[in-house]
């Protein structure tokens, strides 16, 4: 008996294949790379070539519009593809040009593609969504004065984008900005085309970065801002943003950067990247940010109340040491979180100490006598204690910063000043543009110093109380110098 038309039949089949497939797959669930740390975060299957995100911004109340374009390689068959992304309404999804399925899953956007995705094969991922800056104080859109800005360390870009958000997944950027008229937005990177008017009466401000990036360190911000250029080193684009109303009272600050770049470079080699300044945004972060080619710092350090002005020039050294340690050379996987920090506390001692303010023996000694109680609340500085639910940011620790600078310092102690600056100088040199970890560096420095000090560092790393240092037999966990 027939009952349907030839064409029927056809459609009828054809759903009921996809329905036998739609029964097969496997349920979406949130995955994860395998970081000790954040055990979901980051996906595995693919390999992140780029990103190219638009938002459309209306005030820092409202939740932004957005698209997320994507360019990966599957590393393996994939018949669903994970994404990180949660904090926003999403409203479409292509892959490879066809509308694909999307389900939430923790976390997760997971999607279904239209056909499974082989290896090797190009990815192409199309997401339309919104990007929501309410209600949240757990990093990624920060509410300013007059905007927005971003920090998204150290799982907080999923809250802005769909991403693969993990350090050890970098990737090149481009960004399409659009704002009311009165409002200008910058990003990390270089400018594109002069920003192009729109009918509506906004502004659509374009950048992209000429280095790949972790999605940790990706800045946007959007304010009443001044763009203050300048030079630095051998023609470095030096480029500030801080509030307009604010702009000459903040130049002596503005005009430190340049001799900063060209201290560190002398002990590191070349500034890595394409441009570097300070965003300087009237918000309450509780800390400084590393985000790459612009690092984010609170209005209220140079407010010049409270912070003397050796300790402000310090910490912008802090973060100015990350464009080598941390942006330029990220972090394997966050338990080699002390790798950026403790590099980056290392130049702001040295720095500190070069204005002879606060020696470096003295902040180093003071360090090894609380070194022990940090390792008890933090864990070792290789291997750090999770951070509590609900307090991502409080992994940064004690123990990751002067706790960390404290086995550079026994380091260069046990194997000397000339083989230590070697290490620091092959370092952000062979690992360039990329992803290393404590195995990495532990290798490189005793190749750098002619023996294996793996027996040497790792009790440092690792242990659970601080080894005696180097030098100083009479250094001790007393209470701290006075």
Known sequence: ????????????????????????????????????????????????????????????????????????????????????????????????????????????????????????????ITVRHTSDPRGRGDGGWVPTEDGLAMANQADAAHRVFPCNDHPADKAYFTFRITAPAGLTAVANGVPGALPAPRAAGGTTWTYRTLHPMATELAQVSVGKSAVVHGTGPHGLPLRDVVPAADRERLAPWLKKTAGQVAWMEERVGRYPFENYGILIARANTGFELETQTLSLFEHSLFSGEGYPEWYVESVMVHELAHQWFGDSVSPRTWSDLWLNEGHATWYEALYADGLGKYSLERRMREAYQRSDQWRAAGGPPAAPKAAAPGEKIGLFRPVVYDGSALILYALRQEIGTAAFDRIQRRWVTEHRDSVAGTEDFVRLASQEAGRDLKAFLEPWLYGKTTPAMPGHPEWSGAAPVE
């Not at 055990?39 to 409202?62: I, M, Q, R």
């Not at 997320?68 to 999804?93: C, Q, Y």
């Not at 056909?115 to 190009?122: D, E």
């Open 1 to 124: 008996m027939q009952l349907t038309s030839p064409r029927l039949r056809a459609a009828l089949l054809a759903a009921a294949s996809l329905t036998l497939v739609a029964a097969v797959l496997p349920a979406p669930t949130p995955l994860g790379i395998g970081d000790r740390l954040f055990p979901e975060l980051g996906n595995p299957g693919y390999d992140v070539l780029s990103y190219d995100l638009s938002f459309t911004y209306k005030d820092n109340k409202s939740p932004l519009d957005a698209v997320t374009v994507i360019e990966a390689r599957a590393l393996r068959p994939m018949e669903l593809i994970n994404l990180d992304f949660t904090h926003g309404k999403v409203s479409s999804v292509e892959v490879n040009g066809e509308p694909a399925r999307f389900e939430t899953a923790g976390e997760d956007l997971v999607l279904t593609p239209a056909r499974p995705i082989a290896r090797n094969v190009p990815l192409h």
